[in-house]
């Protein structure tokens, strides 16, 4: 079984940045492919970003590429996402998710794993 615990999140002006941290538990993360997905009021859960096990891979939707980093330390079993030039169209709640092969992927029906969420609140 895997954990996943999100961190991070928050209240921030249009422009700044943060970043979201996913403790995962279990030993089975560092050979697995992870994601990070959102969920804005009233809309469907949409994929943000993916990175395979060895990190070298990743892939992101088109509205935050350039704009976000996905990373991971399998050392510290953690997955990150970096968030910079956020916009108020990426208020959502964040989840960290996992799956159990190691490549990335883009469905959230790829990922057995979820998290809780954490909130990303952005102001105008």
């Known amino acids: 079984q895997v954990q996943l615990v999100e961190s991070g999140g928050g209240l921030v002006q249009a422009g700044g940045s943060l970043r979201l941290s996913c403790a995962a538990s279990?030993?089975?993360?560092?050979?697995?492919?992870m994601g990070w997905f959102r969920q804005a009021p009233g809309k469907e859960r949409e994929f943000v970003a993916s990175?395979?096990?060895?990190?070298?891979?990743?892939h992101y939707a088109d509205s935050v590429k350039g704009r976000f980093t996905i990373s991971r330390d399998n050392a510290k079993n953690t997955l990150y996402l970096q968030m910079n030039s956020l916009k108020p169209e990426d208020t959502a709640v964040y989840y960290c998710?996992?799956?159990?092969?190691?490549?990335?992927?883009?469905?959230?029906?790829?990922?057995?794993?979820w998290g809780q969420g954490t909130q990303v609140t952005v102001s105008s």
């Open positions: 998710a996992g799956r159990t092969a190691s490549g990335w992927a883009e469905s959230s029906r790829e990922y057995r794993y």
């Open positions: 279990g030993r089975t993360f560092s050979s697995s492919g």
């Open positions: 990175i395979g096990w060895s990190a070298y891979l990743t």
